[in-house]
């Protein structure tokens, strides 16, 4: 009697133990997740992404196709906006044209006509130097290439670290900040100072 209730007591063990088993791997099964849950999560997903995306509106005028007010996303180049504003004129001045410029809202583009510079270089065989002094300063933060090398202390490889430093980390607050750049110390920055300002 005593070995038959030992073998039905392990018996009970054992029923007991599989049972905690079976239970414990239903628990730990990971849920299912169905097709149209995928779908709900998927439009989600795209949902947010417009809710997060910003657009910008800038204002092209002169020498394109179609100019006018344009909406962009946030962070878009002068080369898309050109496309949206259906190209420019055969007449455009395009050499002034920095098409790989980060857009912010509100800019305003201008595309120069390139008989307008024939004529101002006409007029400017006839000021004196000490006029073109006069001429209005660069902006470190949105003048191109050209323009930037124009300015007196600033070569090729300058100009395209001034470039890039906007690109990576944002616009210049003062003037002084131009001394982050490499190859720009305080002798370089005093001969900036005249051509150059921070907008």
Do not use: H, W
Request: glycine content about 6%.
């Amino acid at each position: 009697m005593k070995e038959n209730k030992k073998i039905i007591g392990s018996i009970v063990i054992i029923i007991i133990l599989g049972v905690f088993s079976l239970i414990g791997y239903e628990i730990s099964k990971p849920a299912k997740v169905s097709k149209d849950d995928d779908i709900f999560i998927e439009k989600c997903d795209k949902n947010d992404k417009k809710k997060n995306s910003t657009n910008i509106e800038v204002y092209i005028n002169g020498e394109v196709n179609k100019p006018g007010v344009y909406k962009l996303r946030d962070d878009s180049r002068l080369q898309e906006l050109i496309n949206k504003a259906g190209g420019y004129t055969k007449n455009a001045n395009v050499l002034k044209l920095n098409l790989a410029k980060k857009l912010k809202d509100e800019d305003y583009i201008f595309v120069e006509n390139k008989d307008d510079k024939k004529k101002n270089n006409n007029s400017n065989n006839n000021i004196s130097n000490s006029s073109q002094n006069l001429k209005e300063k660069i902006d470190v933060n949105s003048g191109s290439k050209e323009e930037l090398k124009s300015i007196p202390g600033i070569g090729e490889v300058t100009a395209q670290k001034i470039i890039d430093y906007r690109e990576e980390k944002g616009n210049f607050s003062k003037i002084e900040d131009l001394k982050k750049i490499d190859r720009i110390g305080e002798k370089t920055l005093e001969k900036i100072k005249d051509k150059a300002e921070v907008r």
